[in-house]
């Protein structure tokens, strides 16, 4: 269960004590809208340790549960859209400082319910953390990169300047659970938008303890918001949701399809990766300013010149 | 200081209502009937048109053909082949044959030069194509002549230096052509459409099959033989031509690893369904139903010249068109005054005349929705106002149109109607004035009228809309990257932006 790795050592006397001490279990709860909450259903599944015992249970969340998300994320996201680049980066940069800082309990957390290796765990979470470095850099230098001025021909200072979609759908890979959330969620935070992100369903325990970290760093509430529940429940609803601009899916076909033509009614902007083909979330082209661009938009200003 | 009893907000009411009565109306009388002036340069088209596949003009495997009218007379121009889903197949299989042997090991630098040839070759041809482009689609041949085809020609242009420079196009990452692209347009700008699409595809290293609208594929055809005389290597472009079943099957075609399509929304959202499961790119330039804001410090003469170009320009069909004017409440009253002065004297009539402002709707379909929209709009409630010019008795032709008293609910501001219909809204605060300019499943482009340059930036930052132009409007260019947020669609075209669309990061 979680919280049984956590035992404390001190000397004889505690160890005696720890022999007798039931460990407190913790309950998982999803973080929305900066809040833990259960799912408005009361539902919830269970998940099993590496031994195949009951580890613990999780929250099905329902489309009442991801239209909540989505409202929570409204209204965090005009505001975070507004913050500097600056205070992004140190946002994204602090929760990296947390989940650093709780690194062994993050690795825990994806071992003991995955049967990951304890080693290859940590990897993970390292991986984790530099990838939220990187993305914290690029988050007030983006738009050096994917903007410009334009040399038009007319008496126009002409300028092209990057803005974020609004609410982004992500619905992550089940393979790395803890890297693949990362590496498709501070892609899409850096430049403004919100997220309402659906936890891997096979592995969602790292999605509930690294709600437990976006907690404590300084991102407002609203802008994270993760939900664990089954996919074929909620994907009609990611697709179809009008307020969701923008989807970053790694799915099946099926999925695939599906989110495409829920994306067609609403015009939204959708990135959909097969979970056919293995992703390699620790490499470096896992990682990139154009997985930045996929969720920005491009705006174009023809201001006169003139006197 | 003169005592009054005139409540302030009475006082103010009558004093804008004086300044409109004060607007000088612009009345010339017999002057102003000039006699015509029409263009008379060859357009050269011919009598009939195949289709245009692997670099030679080859009949249609169903042997039929349809008519090309001038929207302007009701007459036929040409006849253009139908493709069939046959023939869009031997398309692709020419396109991609040329990707595979030609186009896409040709090196950047080489490639670049076949796109600066096209372009000189437009130039070359400049009257006779936009001759050929206002007889096809009704359009004012000072249009065609000074925007449509220039601007076509500054596209391949522009396009053609990045072929070798794609390396600072898209920094950190190398990157490779798609390999076939399928691309649809639509009848508002033919050979500017058909620019903006074939210019970024070919210069990085894309094959195209294109398929221009049903009732303007006169000037792709005319282009395709320019094609001949550039020498481009056959299949890198090709012509399909048809309606509907012929772009469907374009868009839907297995070997196009890419589709780019201009058009409507809806047509946009059907597209996007039927590729549902397939790994094509997309990118999707589709409606709009832009607000025009004007600021009670504008320069107001310049803003009624910039509302008219903005709704009126090419009939109002354009995707981008200043269809909603917002205009502040202390300045609406004498606006309004000016705007119908204004577009009382515009004239309507023979596209061909050097004269005319206003050419042919496009098509009877399209003449029937603007009459059908209007017609709502009289029967909602808002105010409509025309101007007594005579209309060509043959033709499709439709006056310059303004409805005041619009409110948002109305059809009129919320569709996308695509003719010279322009709804007036008015607002107090800026706030308002985002508010209601942001209240449009649509967001593609915005127009803003004030004196203050920090007003300008403040709302470029707070409209929702892919160009903002600020005391202009309709201003294109392509180094300039164009394209919608939300329903209007997604990717760019032009500017260093709009290249991604057309390679992936290898």
Sequence with gaps: ????????????????????????????????????????????????????????????????????????????????????????????????????????????????????????????????????????????????????????????????VVEPVGIVG?????????????????????????????????????????????????????????????????????????????LDAVVGAADKKELALGAADSVKRLRARSSEKEIDWFADSAQSVYEIRNFIEFKTTWHPIGA | MSVTK?????????????????????????????????????????????????????????????????????????????????????????????????????????????????????????????????????????????????????????????????????????????????????????????AWKIAPAISTGNCVVLKPAETTSVTALKFAELLQEADLPPGVVNFVTGAGETGAAVMSHPIAAKVAFTGSTDVGKLIMRSLAGTDKKMTMELGGKAANIVFDDAPLDQAVEGVVNGIFFNQGHVCCAGSRLLVQESVAEEFVAKLKHRISVLRVGDPLDKNTDIGAINSRAQLEKIEELVQSGVEQGAKMFQPSCRLPSAGFFYRPTIFTGVTQSHRIACEEIFGPVLSVLTFRTLDEAVEKANNTAYGLSAGVWTDKGSRILKMSTELKAGVVWANTFNKFDPSSPFGGYKESGFGREGGRQGLLDYVRLV
Excluded at chain 1, 210 to 239: C, H, W, Y
């Design chain 1, 170 to 246: 992500v619905i992550v890979d089940d393979s790395s659970p803890l890297l693949a959330l990362i590496s498709q969620v501070a892609p899409v935070i850096v430049s403004g938008n919100a997220v309402v992100v659906l936890a891997s369903e096979q592995h969602p325990y790292p999605a509930i303890v690294l709600g437990e970290m976006l907690a404590t760093s300084d991102l407002p509430g609203g802008i994270v918001n993760i939900i664990t529940g089954q996919r074929k429940e909620l994907i009609a609803t990611f697709a179809t949701h009008t307020h969701i601009r923008g």
């Design chain 1, 1 to 160: 269960m979680p919280g049984e790795s956590r035992k404390s050592s001190n000397g004889t006397s505690s160890a005696a004590r720890s022999a007798v001490r039931v460990a407190v279990a913790k309950t998982p709860k999803v973080y929305v809208g900066g809040e833990f909450i259960r799912s408005e259903s009361g539902r919830t599944y269970p998940i099993k340790g590496d031994d195949g015992s009951f580890f613990a249970n999780v929250p099905q969340c329902t489309r009442k549960d991801l239209r909540n998300a989505v409202e929570a994320a409204a209204k965090a996201g005009a505001s975070w859209a507004k913050r500097t680049p600056y205070n992004r980066a140190q946002i994204v940069y602090r929760l990296a400082e947390m989940l650093e800082s709780r690194s062994d309990e993050m690795a825990a957390a994806i071992a003991s319910p995955s049967g990951i290796p304890l080693d290859d765990a940590r990897d993970e979470v390292t991986a984790a953390v530099d990838r939220l470095i990187y993305y914290a850099g690029w988050a007030d230098k983006f738009e050096q990169v994917l903007g410009n001025t334009n040399p038009v021909s007319g008496p126009f200072f002409n300028f092209t």
């Design chain 2, 6 to 194: 005139t409540a302030p907000k009475a006082r103010k009411k009558t004093q804008a209502a004086a300044a409109a009565a004060r607007v000088p109306k612009l009345i010339f009388g017999d002057l102003w009937e000039f006699d015509p002036a029409p263009e008379t340069a060859d357009a050269k088209i011919k009598k009939q048109y195949e289709l245009f596949i692997g670099g030679k003009f080859v009949a249609p495997e169903g042997g039929k053909y349809f008519d090309s009218i001038n929207p302007a007379t009701e007459k036929v121009i040409s006849r253009i082949a139908v493709a069939s889903a046959g023939d869009v197949d031997r398309a692709y299989k020419a396109a991609q044959s040329a990707f595979d042997n030609t186009w896409g090991k040709m090196p950047g630098r080489e490639r670049g030069k076949y796109v600066y040839r096209i372009a000189r070759l437009i130039q070359d041809r400049a009257r006779e194509f936009a001759v050929a482009e206002t007889m096809d689609g009704g359009k004012p041949i000072k249009e065609s002549r000074d925007f449509d085809v220039p601007m076509a020609a500054a596209h391949f242009f522009y396009h053609a230096g990045w072929a070798d420079k794609m390396d600072y196009a898209i920094p950190g990452r190398p990157t490779e052509p798609l390999g076939v692209v399928g691309q649809v347009i639509p009848w508002n700008f033919p050979l500017l459409m058909l």
